[in-house]
């Protein structure tokens, strides 16, 4: 099995699951016990700041949106990109937080880069492999500009990145420069 930790699935446009539909979900955790991850396109219409005083009685700074993670229950997390708050090293720039300490920390700080969540996606041994199978996700490597940029239209953007690579590899080209139109 190869692990997708650090990539990115993202909904096919077939994939009408109301819970994923034009979803693209950070995978944090791969292994032969299932997969965790976190759906970087669903802002509440709550932010941090909002629900912050049910968390802890420090005083938050952050006004990031407040993101839905997915249908499964679980504890606040935090994608952000200070090591030494790490729980987890999702890629190289880009690390989950979910305990008080470290949310605290991300929360009364002014890191601009956190993103806070409620919920997270979750797959059982086997079953992302199924979905995979099925052709319900395509993937994509993550960057940090992925993570942390803007998410309105991370959806589009990234299907349009997979198809262009798609692209390429049927017509087997060797080098494509950043900005073709440049040359």
Known sequence: MKSL??????AAPELR???FFHAVVLIFR???????????NRRTHATIQQIWKQISETTCQSRAP???????????????AQETL????????????ASQANLEELATGDDDTARFFVGYSGWGAGQLERELEESAWLTLQASPEHVFGDHDQLW??????????ELIAVLKIKHVPKEPGLN
């Open 30 to 40: 791969h292994d032969d016990e299932g997969a965790a991850g976190l759906i970087l």
């Open 156 to 165: 589009e953007q990234t299907t349009k990145e997979i198809k262009s690579r």
């Open 5 to 10: 930790q650090g990539h990115l699935l993202v």
């Open 86 to 97: 790490s729980e987890i090293d999702v890629m190289p720039g880009v690390y989950v937080a």
């Open 66 to 80: 407040l993101c839905l993670g997915g249908p499964v229950e679980g504890p606040l997390m935090a994608l952000h």
């Open 17 to 19: 699951d109301p819970n």
